[in-house]
């Protein structure tokens, strides 16, 4: 009798052990699938984004169109952009610029506003570095009207500790829908969270989530633009 039972425990014992082997086996072999396949939807988005942007003939000309008040130069030019840059360039493999800003790309002599759309409509993402300058300026609100009126994707950095209870509408509606990068500058010590490969990993998630949208309405339009060829009897 207790050579039975402890028979019987014994292979209790291995049965639950095998059970739980098997289920650790499928869920690291389901873990493994899964990282595999977003490692290849990443690669697709990258290759898809290389190729949109690096043709010049293709509709986008920019990965990032980075919107900020003039106030804010010294700082954006000095900490933001050279990460934004860096960044691109390595996981693109460039040397070309693909980000946009009103500083070098804004043409002379042009309407403002009509720079900015043009620059947003040849951007994929808007970048907005949300301050307190940047709330009082008309100019860094249209571009966020712009941003939102042409249905962009928004990736916000804002300066910790920002107030943006009298921020307009617009600009309020996406800090309350959106998660966003903050950042702070404190004695000459530039400190932004999360990580630099965090924002920019969002940055190319959003891109690539408007290249596809964009696709889709192409293809729709494409779709709708055949004409219809009338049977004859």
């Not at 043009?118 to 570095?129: A, D, G, M, P, Q």
């Not at 609100?141 to 009298?166: G, N, Y």
């Amino acid at each position: 009798m207790v050579q039975t039972n402890c028979r019987l425990a014994s292979n209790i014992g291995i049965g639950v052990a095998s059970a739980i082997a098997i289920i650790i086996s499928i869920l690291t072999l389901a873990i493994t699938i899964r990282l595999r396949r977003k490692s290849k939807r990443r690669n697709q988005d990258l290759e898809n984004l290389k190729k949109e942007i690096f043709q010049d003939n293709i509709h986008f000309k920019f990965l990032i169109f980075l919107s900020y008040c003039s106030r804010d130069a010294q700082i954006v030019e000095e900490n933001i952009l050279p990460s934004l840059k860096s960044y691109l360039r390595e996981t693109f493999s460039t040397s070309r610029d693909i980000v946009c800003t009103g500083e070098s790309d804004f043409v002379p002599g042009m309407r403002i506003i009509d720079e900015i759309h043009r620059c947003i409509n040849k951007s994929l993402v808007v970048v907005t570095v949300i301050t307190p300058a940047f709330l009082q300026s008309r100019w860094s609100q249209a571009e966020c009207v712009a941003a939102v009126d042409r249905h962009r994707q928004v990736v916000i950095l804002m300066k910790k500790h920002t107030d943006t209870s009298s921020a307009i509408v617009t600009i309020q509606n996406l800090i309350g829908q959106y998660t966003r990068g903050t950042w702070s500058d404190n004695e000459g010590v530039f400190v932004i969270r999360p990580s630099w490969n965090i924002i920019c990993e969002g940055i190319i998630r959003a891109a690539s989530e408007e290249l596809r949208k964009y696709r889709r309405h192409n293809l729709i339009k494409s779709a709708e633009d055949v004409p219809l060829v009338e049977e004859t009897v």
